[in-house]
């Protein structure tokens, strides 16, 4: 199974840097990871370089090890999934084909049949198989991300990369959509990277946190670790308590200073 690691990373638009000598320990297999950080942190940019839609100017992206920079754009692909926050809504396709799409980018192999039969079972795990023959353009915008969401667990992708999937969507799709994106990673044994605004969302279905500033990781551990770190305060300059709920989850409350 793959492991993803990251070795003294940085990007830059211009002359501006954005991430500046990333390293991440090897993300396990059937695994979640929330990256979480202020606006600007570089979480998107972290994303976008590990999916190859961004060079580095320095620093390696190791799949098993192996620098991710030697292979090929359909090998990218195909280990590779990568979901932005931002949905192309206009594109003219019925969600099946949206899905269906994805699916044969990513080199789903099988007959027409075998690649069918799968877009309508992702379509059923994610909740939208009533939406199978809706035009993208005519959906809201979190019908939108729920498909997006689906496009990206379509594919067979060993490392899959969203970047804020729960943003257009209401409490019971949040819960829903990150449940079955832990549900994923872990029956299938691949490595779920998310991009998260709500702390909450992230104690809750993360196994692991990446926490950002300024195009830097400074803490990295489990929610609990990373919570209950007076750093994460500190980054998101609020006064922050990590408490366990009556149901056992952590449950994070923060306040202005």
Same mark, same amino acid.
């Given at each position: 199974?793959?492991?993803?690691?990251?070795?003294?990373?940085?990007?830059?638009?211009?002359?501006?840097?954005?991430?500046?000598?990333?390293?991440?320990?090897?993300?396990?297999?059937?695994?979640?990871?929330?990256?979480?950080?202020?606006?600007? *942190? %570089?979480?998107?940019?972290? =994303?976008?370089?590990? +999916?190859?839609?961004?060079?580095?100017? &320095?620093?390696?992206? !190791?799949? @098993?090890?192996?620098?991710?920079?030697?292979?090929?754009?359909?090998?990218?692909?195909?280990?590779?999934?990568?979901?932005?926050?931002?949905?192309?809504?206009?594109?003219?396709?019925?969600?099946?084909?949206?899905?269906?799409?994805?699916?044969?980018?990513?080199?789903?192999?099988?007959?027409?049949?075998?690649?069918?039969?799968?877009?309508?079972?992702?379509?059923?795990?994610?909740?939208?198989?009533?939406?199978?023959?809706?035009?993208?353009?005519?959906? *809201? %915008?979190?019908?939108?991300? =729920?498909?997006?969401? +689906?496009?990206?667990?379509?594919?067979? &992708?060993?490392?899959? !990369?969203? @970047?804020?999937?729960?943003?257009?969507?209401?409490?019971?799709?949040?819960?829903?959509?990150?449940?079955?994106?832990?549900?994923?990673?872990?029956?299938?044994?691949?490595?779920?990277?998310?991009?998260?605004?709500?702390?909450?969302?992230?104690?809750?279905?993360?196994?692991?946190?990446?926490?950002?500033?300024?195009?830097?990781?400074?803490?990295?551990?489990?929610?609990?670790?990373?919570?209950?770190?007076?750093?994460?305060?500190?980054?998101?300059?609020?006064?922050?308590?990590?408490?366990?709920?009556?149901?056992?989850?952590?449950?994070?409350?923060?306040?202005?200073?």
């Amino acid at each position: 199974m793959t492991r993803l690691a990251i070795e003294g990373l940085s990007v830059a638009y211009g002359r501006r840097p954005v991430l500046r000598d990333v390293t991440v320990p090897a993300l396990l297999p059937g695994t979640v990871t929330a990256l979480l950080g202020p606006n600007a *942190s %570089g979480k998107s940019t972290l =994303l976008r370089s590990i +999916a190859g839609l961004k060079r580095p100017n &320095a620093g390696r992206i !190791l799949l @098993d090890g192996k620098p991710i920079e030697g292979t090929t754009l359909a090998e990218r692909t195909r280990l590779v999934r990568y979901v932005p926050q931002v949905y192309a809504s206009a594109a003219r396709l019925t969600v099946f084909d949206a899905v269906l799409v994805a699916a044969r980018a990513a080199g789903a192999s099988g007959g027409a049949g075998t690649v069918a039969a799968r877009v309508e079972a992702i379509l059923a795990r994610t909740r939208i198989a009533h939406l199978a023959q809706r035009m993208i353009s005519d959906l *809201s %915008g979190g019908q939108q991300q =729920l498909v997006a969401l +689906a496009q990206g667990l379509v594919q067979p &992708a060993p490392v899959l !990369l969203f @970047d804020e999937p729960t943003s257009a969507l209401d409490l019971r799709h949040q819960l829903e959509a990150l449940a079955l994106l832990r549900g994923v990673a872990l029956t299938d044994g691949r490595v779920a990277v998310v991009a998260l605004h709500d702390l909450s969302l992230a104690a809750r279905h993360a196994d692991r946190v990446l926490l950002m500033s300024q195009g830097q990781v400074v803490a990295d551990g489990t929610p609990g670790e990373v919570f209950s770190d007076p750093v994460c305060g500190r980054t998101y300059g609020v006064d922050l308590v990590a408490e366990t709920s009556r149901r056992g989850t952590l449950m994070i409350d923060a306040a202005l200073p």
